[in-house]
C-alpha cells in the first residue's frame, strides 16, 4: 500500500482528494490545524498541526516518518487566501500568507525529501491561477503563489535525477 501526505487535508480539496486516494488503496496522512472532520482509520492517519509553527510542523513529520517507513506521494494543499486592496493589508496578515501558502509547503517538502527520493515518490504542489498571473485586490496572495509556483517548478528539476517526479 503506497503513503500519501495531503497538508489541508481536512478541508474540501483536501478531503476529497483523500477520498479518492483511498479507494486508490492509499495510505494518507492528512494535516491540518482542525482535524475534527477526520475519522482515522486504516487507511487514514489523521494529525493536527499548526502549519505556521515550525517545530509543531517538524514534530508533525518525525512522527509521520516513525509511523509509515515510505511515502509515495506529497500533497501541498494547504492554503489561504486574501482579497484586500495593498494599502489595507498589513504586514501580518501579508506574512501569515506567505507561512501557510509558502513556507509551510517548503517544510513540508525538505522533511519528506528523503523518503520521496527512496521511494521515487511524487510532489504534487497545487497552486492557483494567482501563481502566475495577477489579481485586482489582491497583492499579498499572488505574492505567496507567484513564490509557491516558482519554489516547485526549481524543485522539480532539482529532484528529477533522484527519480522524483513533479
Do not use: C
Amino acid at each position: 500500500m503506497k503513503t500519501a501526505v495531503i497538508s489541508g487535508g481536512a478541508g474540501g480539496l483536501g478531503r476529497a482528494l483523500t477520498a479518492r486516494l483511498i479507494t486508490q488503496d492509499w495510505h494518507v496522512l492528512a494535516l491540518d490545524i482542525d482535524i475534527s472532520t477526520l475519522a482515522p482509520n486504516d487507511r487514514l492517519s489523521a494529525y493536527q498541526v499548526d502549519l505556521t509553527d515550525s517545530a509543531a510542523l517538524d514534530d508533525t513529520v518525525a512522527k509521520s516518518l516513525d509511523a509509515h517507513t515510505s511515502i509515495d506521494l506529497v500533497i501541498y494543499n494547504a492554503g489561504v487566501s486574501q482579497i484586500a486592496s495593498f494599502e489595507y493589508t498589513p504586514d501580518a496578515a501579508h506574512r501569515r500568507l506567505f507561512e501557510i501558502n509558502y513556507y509551510a509547503a517548503t517544510a513540508l517538502a525538505r522533511g519528506f525529501l528523503a523518503p520521496l527520493r527512496a521511494s521515487k515518490g511524487t510532489h504534487l504542489a497545487i497552486s492557483s491561477v494567482a501563481g502566475f498571473s495577477p489579481l485586482y485586490h489582491r497583492t499579498a496572495y499572488p505574492a505567496a503563489k507567484h513564490a509557491f509556483h516558482g519554489y516547485f517548478t526549481s524543485l522539480r528539476s532539482a529532484q528529477a535525477a533522484h527519480g522524483v517526479r513533479p
